[in-house]
Nanobody, 118 residues
């Protein structure tokens, strides 16, 4: 059974930085895509960033490009999301996810709250 556990969310001031972690277990994750999505109050869940476990290719939403960085530690089976230059509109619950089936994110973590204050 795949399990994803996020951590690192907290209250931070605008312009600040934060690092989210997602610890994955239950399977060998090589060749899978792992991603981060977020959902703000009253809005749809939206894509933030993704990384291919092997090779490390990354992709970002335009809204976070240049500010957020996704990375992974193969030895720890952990994916990170570094959030820099945070804006009020980055406030959301951030979810970690994995695509064990190509093209479909099919496992999700419970989410971690990021709140950016002015």
């Amino acid at each position: 059974q795949v399990q994803l556990v996020e951590s690192g969310g907290k209250l931070v001031q605008a312009g600040g930085s934060l690092r989210l972690s997602c610890a994955a277990s239950g399977r060998t994750f090589s060749n899978y895509a792992m991603g981060w999505f977020r959902q703000a109050p009253g809005k749809e869940r939206e894509f933030v960033a993704a990384i291919i476990w092997s090779g490390g290719n990354t992709i970002y939403a335009d809204s976070v490009k240049g500010r957020f960085t996704i990375s992974r530690d193969n030895a720890k089976n952990t994916v990170y999301l570094q959030l820099n230059s945070l804006k009020l509109e980055d406030t959301a619950v951030y979810y970690c996810t994995v695509a064990t089936v190509p093209g479909r994110y099919d496992y999700w973590g419970q989410g971690t709250q990021v709140t950016v204050s002015s």
